[in-house]
């Protein structure tokens, strides 16, 4: 089993929709989770960081849920602009992240 | 605030020659990362500094890949000699401290992008 799994997608949605994805991860002993968007051919930047009890950041909601292994990422509202690849990022122990391969997000207008 | 500079923004060579990547990380963060990222996937970690201590190369493919962080500033990784499935981006990134401390927010360069031919 992967250590860090993601749907590939792509989510192809309309403007205005809202969209929603998971990751899953294999190490029960996980502290830190994080979610990046990396738009086609740049780097990764760090969208937000997902805490215990769930977080949210204008349209976006990160949640939390240890006792299954995944956390999520909400994108209420979608703009145009929104269109990118999450990466699920995820502590394996107190020194090494481990990245998804990505969840494609398509807004159309 | 300057990022993480990274040189050549791209290189194209052909196999079994030899090519090098420079990094320069925002300034006072003391851990470094090297990434591979192949089209499609997440970035894979190659090597991780803490300063110009070596913290995981458990996914560096040690016969032809290396790394040095001199000084715990600047880093460079070597692929010597390179394969056609080196063919990828290799990222820079740094962080103020290391997973697990609360400051590991992951700055990243704008990649060098490689060819192997």
């Known amino acids: 089993r992967k250590e860090v799994e993601q749907d590939p997608g792509p989510f192809n949605v309309p403007e205005g929709a809202t969209v929603a994805f998971n990751c899953t991860y294999s190490?029960?002993?996980?502290?830190?989770f994080f979610w990046y968007r990396q738009d086609c051919r740049k780097e990764p930047k760090l969208l937000m960081s997902?805490?215990?009890s769930g977080n949210e950041d204008g349209r976006f909601t990160a949640q939390l849920n240890r006792a299954s292994q995944y956390i999520s990422l909400l994108i209420r509202d979608s703009k145009l602009s929104d269109s990118a690849t999450y990466l699920c990022?995820?502590?394996?122990?107190?020194?090494?992240?481990?990245f998804g391969a990505g969840t494609t997000v398509t807004v159309r207008a | 605030e300057a990022g993480v500079a990274q040189s050549p923004r791209y290189k194209i060579i052909e196999k079994r020659q030899s090519v090098a990547f420079w990094c320069n990380p925002i300034?006072?963060?003391?851990?470094l990362y090297w990434y591979q990222q192949i089209l499609g996937q997440g970035p894979k970690l190659l090597i991780q500094?803490?300063?110009?201590?070596?913290?995981?190369d458990s996914q560096l493919p040690k016969d032809r890949f290396s790394a040095e962080r001199l000084k715990g500033v600047d880093s460079t990784l070597k692929i010597q000699p390179a394969k056609l499935e080196d063919s990828a981006v290799y990222l820079c990134?740094?962080?103020?401290?290391?997973?697990?401390?609360?400051?590991?927010?992951?700055?990243f360069g704008s990649g060098t992008q490689l060819s192997v031919l």
């Open positions: 190490n029960s002993a996980s502290q830190s």
């Open positions: 990022v995820v502590s394996l122990n107190d020194y090494k992240l481990s």
């Open positions: 300034s006072g963060h003391a851990t």
């Open positions: 990134a740094s962080s103020l401290a290391p997973p697990g401390s609360g400051n590991e927010k992951l700055f």
């Open positions: 500094f803490q300063n110009n201590g070596v913290v995981d």
């Open positions: 997902v805490y215990s």
